[in-house]
């Protein structure tokens, strides 16, 4: 099951290359202007067109074969611990090629090769394996409700979902030791959707011909162009050309690049592809929505922060793809149609031609996020829900949300200017906007590293969006800074003209950048360093960031160091009294509380364990004591009394609490502004808790430490004396004054 999962995850990877691969094969024909040539040769049509398929699905399947030679070879790297792995097996990588990936290259290189075929267009085939990328989207939300599974394992085209449905409740011995699951679901799905590809490729060959035209699509009607010829040429003596003013400021540098974006616009949404994949992003918004806002089968208001907030993963991956392919698109679209000779002599510099792209981009980007707002408005009228909140959609979108894939949009702008071929800039852009989401297993977790995150903006209708816009806006003004020193190195290094090589072009880019280029990309660079340097500050300097390889260290010490104390007897909880100061303004709090505590044992306890937080804290008994152990570093105190606790006997403990100043970017309190929430977990714990242990098993081994013990038989006395929520109280007697 693993092998089959990372396997399947790499090749939806390999489907976007489906169209370099197998619809290049036939496309290279097109561009290079050889179909006439090759048209001409003496073979037939299926020899041709199978050649063309076979070759493109070999190497495609030759790369996938890498891929899991590249496990296998993982499998046995020195320093691999053998029993997380198992015996090798062929059949486990066998299988996941017979069920699935070869099938689905056969039904998507299919798909591509029909499109390029008939298109010549290997643009469009692209989106065509996204909208089929989308449908899989579609099918993950049906399962949410058990209703839909057998339906969504039938319509989802790559067939995780048909696996899932016989694998989803495995245990995991079975997941380990059993083959993978064939039954009549995942035959089904697998004749659906191989079906249709040979029934694709069989279209392709019924309607293929070496003497046909590529067709186009636009909903757009044009005019047609008619032929006028002037019969009066004897009559005019003299023409009088009207006067021309040519203007080369930089405010009609700013008009012209706002005209050409809006013809780059136009070019986007009057295709055909872009209406179909805004048609699908509007219907599974639809379906995330309508499905998500359910809680096992329940039915929730649809409230406008939902509406937002269902959808907005998906969609934020969905905007971000359609960013790296349309950049690529916008920016070789000149040189595809062999007019860059002619653009490129004119005297328009190249940062109104690279912002004329950008503002396309943003402006193609504010029409995908107002698909969000018509599926929700929908989704609200037609659950007759009229509190629509137009103002939070609008804030929601075009200034949280915008901002996130405008600062893609720069990135992929300088990408794609680097490289000649926009399909390496593409599957550079995706792998690093997926990369990102790997930094945290290469030891980069903090978010300063992270290109374009943030921390996230949660809204509720209580407390707004509280203290969460700050530091969001913070962190993109930091990103953005760094898009446009990015941008400003695209305008240096942007492809004019006849083909050079890196040395031209970097000889081109030092000639190029002027005074005020060289302004705006040093103030930009040197904003982001220094914002970067002050967020690096808060978080590591003035305050201590501890690394999840950290926190597990400490887990580790804390069990090795304090673990002895697990059993030691310690007094219950009998009784508490919380006198608790909010100031939501400010959002601090002050504690002062006190529990009674009582020994419940057979035995004296001769000291005290109190397990508690970071905020600042005070302790004392209503006896005399000794603080013999205090270790602030895992926030566990030793308190000895000088008369041991005997049992029956009862003592009281008092504390304070209060937090550290809240600042931008740290929170140092779990107070709101409105809508606060706090349990137990605040307020000081009694005795050793072994909730603070490491529960994975190779954690455990990594540390030294031995195997966690099962969990107790119903039976056993010792651990039914505490309760599933704690184990240093039972039923107590409550009071709080907030």
């Known amino acids: 099951i693993a092998i089959n999962g990372i396997l399947n995850e790499m090749a939806i990877i390999l489907y976007f290359f489906l169209p370099a691969l197998i619809g290049g094969t036939i496309y290279r024909d097109y561009k290079h202007n050889m179909h006439s040539v090759l048209y001409s040769y003496p073979f037939k049509k299926w020899e041709y067109l199978i050649g063309k398929f076979m070759a493109g699905l070999t190497v495609s399947t030759l790369v996938m074969m890498a891929a899991a030679l590249g496990?296998?070879?993982?499998?046995?790297?020195?320093?691999?611990?053998?029993?997380?792995?198992?015996?090798?097996?062929?059949?486990?990588?066998?299988?996941?090629?017979?069920?699935?990936?070869?099938?689905?290259?056969?039904?998507?290189?299919?798909?591509?090769?029909?499109?390029?075929?008939?298109?010549?267009?290997?643009?469009?085939?692209?989106?065509?394996?996204?909208?089929?990328?989308?449908?899989?989207?579609?099918?993950?939300?049906?399962?949410?409700?058990?209703?839909?599974?057998?339906?969504?394992?039938?319509?989802?085209?790559?067939?995780?979902?048909?696996?899932?449905?016989?694998?989803?409740?495995?245990?995991?011995?079975?997941?380990?030791?059993?083959?993978?699951?064939?039954?009549?679901?995942?035959?089904?799905?697998r004749l659906i959707w191989g079906g249709l590809g040979v029934l694709i490729f069989g279209i392709v060959y019924q309607a293929f011909s070496f003497s046909q035209q590529a067709f186009s699509f636009n909903f757009f009607r044009k005019k047609k162009g008619a032929a006028v010829t002037k019969k009066n040429f004897g009559s005019i003596l003299t023409v009088s050309m009207p006067k021309v003013n040519v203007g080369f400021s930089f405010m009609e540098n700013l008009k012209l690049a706002w005209e050409l974006a809006k013809v780059d616009f136009k070019y986007i949404v009057s295709g055909w592809a872009f209406i179909i994949i805004a048609l699908i992003g509007l219907l599974i918004s639809l379906s995330v929505i309508l499905i998500g806002g359910e809680i096992f089968g329940t039915d929730t208001l649809p409230v406008t922060w939902q509406m937002l907030e269902l959808p907005g993963t998906f969609f934020t991956l969905f905007i971000n793809i359609l960013t790296f392919l349309y950049a690529g698109m916008l920016i070789h679209r000149s040189r595809g149609d062999n007019m860059d000779q002619l653009i490129h002599v004119t005297a328009t510099p190249n940062w109104t031609?690279?912002?004329?792209?950008?503002?396309?981009?943003?402006?193609?980007?504010?029409?995908?996020?107002?698909?969000?707002?018509?599926?929700?408005?929908?989704?609200?009228?037609?659950?007759?829900?009229?509190?629509?909140?137009?103002?939070?959609?609008?804030?929601?979108?075009?200034?949280?949300?915008l901002i996130h894939v405008v600062i893609w949009g720069l990135l992929a702008i300088f990408v794609h200017s680097l490289f000649k071929n926009y399909y390496i800039g593409f599957i550079l852009l995706l792998v690093i906007s997926i990369g990102i989401t790997f930094l945290g297993q290469l030891g980069i977790e903090q978010t300063v590293f992270k290109f374009n995150q943030a921390p996230g903006t949660a809204y509720s209708d209580m407390n707004g969006y509280g203290r969460s816009l700050a530091p969001y806006f913070i962190y993109?003004?930091?990103?953005?800074?760094?898009?446009?020193?990015?941008?400003?190195?695209?305008?240096?290094?942007?492809?004019?003209?006849?083909?050079?090589?890196?040395?031209?072009?970097?000889?081109?880019?030092?000639?190029?950048?002027?005074?005020?280029?060289?302004?705006?990309?040093?103030?930009?660079?040197?904003?982001?360093?220094?914002?970067?340097?002050?967020?690096?500050?808060?978080?590591?300097?003035?305050?201590?960031?501890?690394?999840?390889?950290?926190?597990?260290?400490?887990?580790?010490?804390?069990?090795?160091?304090?673990?002895?104390?697990?059993?030691?007897?310690?007094?219950?909880?009998?009784?508490?009294?919380?006198?608790?100061?909010?100031?939501?303004?400010?959002?601090?709090?002050?504690?002062?509380?006190?529990y009674i505590l009582v020994n419940k044992t057979d035995v004296a306890i001769d000291s005290v364990h109190i397990d508690h937080n970071n905020l600042i804290s005070t302790f004392e008994f209503n006896r005399e004591f000794d603080l013999v152990l205090e270790d602030d570093s895992m926030n566990y105190d030793i308190y000895q009394f000088t008369e041991s606790l005997m049992p029956g006997d009862s003592v009281s403990f008092n504390f304070t609490l209060a937090n550290e100043p809240n600042e931008v970017l740290e929170n140092e309190s779990p107070v709101r502004f409105n809508g606060t929430f706090i349990n137990n977990s605040l307020f000081p714990r009694i005795g050793y808790?072994?909730?603070g242990e490491l529960s994975s098993r190779e954690s455990r081994e990594r540390y030294g430490l031995p195997p966690k013990d099962r969990m107790a038989p119903p039976t056993d006395i010792t651990a039914r004396m505490n309760n599933y929520i704690s184990s240093d109280g039972d039923w107590i007697d409550f009071e709080t004054t907030i």
């Open 71 to 189: 496990i296998v070879l993982g499998t046995l790297t020195p320093g691999t611990n053998p029993e997380l792995l198992g015996p090798f097996d062929l059949m486990s990588y066998i299988q996941p090629f017979l069920y699935y990936l070869i099938p689905n290259m056969i039904f998507f290189g299919a798909m591509v090769f029909a499109v390029v075929t008939f298109t010549r267009n290997i643009n469009v085939a692209f989106i065509v394996i996204l909208v089929f990328f989308l449908i899989q989207i579609f099918a993950q939300n049906l399962t949410s409700d058990l209703d839909n599974k057998l339906l969504a394992a039938l319509l989802d085209p790559y067939g995780a979902q048909a696996n899932a449905y016989y694998a989803e409740y495995w245990t995991v011995f079975e997941q380990n030791e059993n083959p993978l699951p064939w039954g009549e679901v995942i035959l089904y799905n």
């Open 353 to 401: 031609i690279l912002l004329s792209k950008l503002l396309a981009l943003v402006l193609l980007q504010m029409v995908l996020l107002s698909i969000i707002m018509l599926a929700g408005l929908g989704v609200q009228l037609y659950n007759v829900y009229y509190n629509f909140e137009i103002g939070q959609y609008l804030f929601d979108l075009y200034a949280i949300s």
């Open 476 to 594: 993109k003004g930091y990103w953005l800074l760094l898009g446009i020193a990015m941008y400003t190195l695209s305008i240096l290094f942007f492809r004019r003209g006849l083909p050079a090589g890196f040395r031209e072009r970097l000889q081109s880019a030092r000639d190029a950048f002027t005074p005020k280029l060289k302004g705006i990309f040093t103030l930009s660079l040197i904003g982001f360093l220094g914002m970067g340097s002050w967020i690096y500050y808060i978080d590591n300097i003035k305050h201590v960031y501890i690394s999840s390889q950290e926190w597990e260290q400490r887990a580790a010490n804390f069990e090795k160091k304090y673990g002895k104390f697990e059993d030691a007897p310690q007094p219950r909880i009998v009784s508490t009294s919380i006198n608790l100061d909010l100031y939501p303004s400010t959002r601090d709090l002050e504690v002062r509380g006190n």
């Open 689 to 691: 808790q072994e909730s």
